[in-house]
């Protein structure tokens, strides 16, 4: 097990877009028409009511006084913010969609394996690099790597502009 999965996953999601879905005790999984049951209690609808009716109920005040003071972290809720390059956009053709395969969609961004991070065996999780939904011109290494590094890795260095 890698971790504890924290649901709902998003921030936010824009319209058209679908959260992860939750599954929940009692449901029924459709892809394979298995149901989740409660831990504690033996499988079967009978068994896990029975279980149900038994857990403790937790008055209102027991339920503020446990969640009391508990927030959640800045560096969690924070979305990342993406860096505006500096350059002329009719000049550059480069997009680094073409480049890369999208792995997961949120907050905003697009999240892969940050090329940069790739060639030097890290980013395993393939979630270093966001892009910019709604500007996929804007994206960025939280690793640190920068454009830079990305379009080197990417075999397609940012043009070197000369003065005229
Ligand atoms: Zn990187």
Not at 44 to 64: D, F, H, M, N, P
Not at 105 to 128: E, F, H, L
Request: hydrophobic share 35%; aromatic share 8%.
């Amino acid at each position: 097990m890698d971790g504890i999965e924290v649901f709902p996953r998003q921030d936010e999601l824009g319209a058209e877009e679908f959260g992860n879905a939750i599954r929940a005790p009692l449901g029924i999984h459709r892809a394979n028409m298995h149901r989740y049951w409660f831990e504690d209690a033996a499988s079967g609808l009978v068994e896990q009511l029975e279980y149900l009716r038994t857990v403790k109920r937790l008055t209102a005040s027991e339920l503020e006084s446990f969640t009391e003071g508990l927030s959640i972290p800045e560096s969690v809720t924070s979305r990342p913010v993406i860096e505006r390059p500096q350059y002329d956009t009719n000049q550059n053709s480069f997009q680094i969609l073409q480049h890369v395969k999208v792995r997961a969609k949120r907050s905003g961004n697009y999240w892969t394996q940050c090329p940069s991070c790739a060639i030097q065996v890290r980013d395993r999780a393939m979630d270093n690099l966001a892009i910019s939904i709604a500007d996929p011109r804007h994206y960025k290494c939280w690793a640190g790597c920068t454009r830079e590094m990305i379009r080197e890795a990417l075999g397609q260095p940012i043009p070197v502009r000369t003065h005229r």
